[in-house]
T-cell receptor, first 113, second 110 residues
Framework: GAGVSQSPSNKVTEKGKDVELRCDPI?????LYWYRQSLGQGLEFLIY????????KSGLPSDRFSAERTGGSVSTLTIQRTQQEDSAVYLC???????????FGQGTRLTVV | AQRVTQPEKLLSVFKGAPVELKCNYS??????LFWYVQYSRQRLQLLLR??SRESIKGFTADLNKGETSFHLKKPFAQEEDSAMYYC????????????FGQGTTLQVKP
């Protein structure tokens, strides 16, 4: 596809379970970002991948959160032992080498019950 | 601390009225500022960035370093402008690693 694709669109999970959220960036984009949008909050930066460099994990809220990017393309955000406060929309964005604009996916709405 | 503040959660105007969405920032260096928009059921997209000095869909925004503001303006609102608007700051020049405000919902009434 032409845009950033995220799956699943919606995820309901039980408290304490692990979840994986997937992001397919725009082909050829070297930078990939994860954000979280909680109810009533703005977007909160989580993690950033640039090419083969070590990721910038400065926004991850706890060690239950991790992300990887395989082959410089697809990225997976993993939340272990989910808590109710993890309920949010998780957005992924990618950016080309010219760094002019980040393109966002449609998001994954995570609900922890 | 680096922060972006959008003081209004909701701004409601009538079609044809002027619009000003407020954004104030806190940053010690030379920031790069953006406005993003999210229309209903659509993904977040870039509206404009201050360094390009463009007018997109009739919207403009001027960086005022003295007042640390980057307000978004449009002289005549249209119904299709109804959306959520986010002001964002890039502290590092990285256009994807952004500090966002909490957003303002613009409602343009007919």
């Amino acid at each position: 596809g032409a845009g950033v694709s995220q799956s699943p669109s919606n995820k309901v999970t039980e408290k304490g379970k692990d979840v994986e959220l997937r992001c397919d960036p725009i082909s050829g984009h070297t930078a990939l970002y994860w954000y979280r949008q909680s109810l009533g909050q703005g977007l909160e930066f989580l993690i950033y991948f640039q090419g083969n460099s070590a990721p910038d994990k400065s926004g991850l809220p706890s060690d239950r959160f991790s992300a990887e990017r395989t082959g410089g393309s697809v990225s997976t955000l993993t939340i272990q032992r989910t808590q109710q406060e993890d309920s949010a929309v998780y957005l992924c964005a990618s950016e080309g080498i010219l760094n002019t604009e980040a393109f966002f996916g449609q998001g994954t709405r995570l609900t922890v019950v | 601390a680096q922060r972006v503040t959008q003081p209004e959660k909701l701004l409601s105007v009538f079609k044809g009225a002027p619009v000003e969405l407020k954004c104030n920032y806190s940053y010690s260096g030379s920031p790069e500022l953006f406005w993003y928009v999210q229309y209903s059921r659509q993904r977040l997209q870039l509206l404009l960035r201050h360094i390009s000095r463009e007018s997109i869909k009739g919207f403009t925004a001027d960086l005022n370093k003295g007042e640390t503001s980057f307000h978004l303006k449009k002289p005549f609102a249209q119904e299709e402008d109804s959306a959520m608007y986010y002001c964002a700051l890039s502290p590092s020049g990285n256009t994807g690693k952004l500090i966002f405000g909490q957003g303002t919902t613009l409602q343009v009434k007919p």
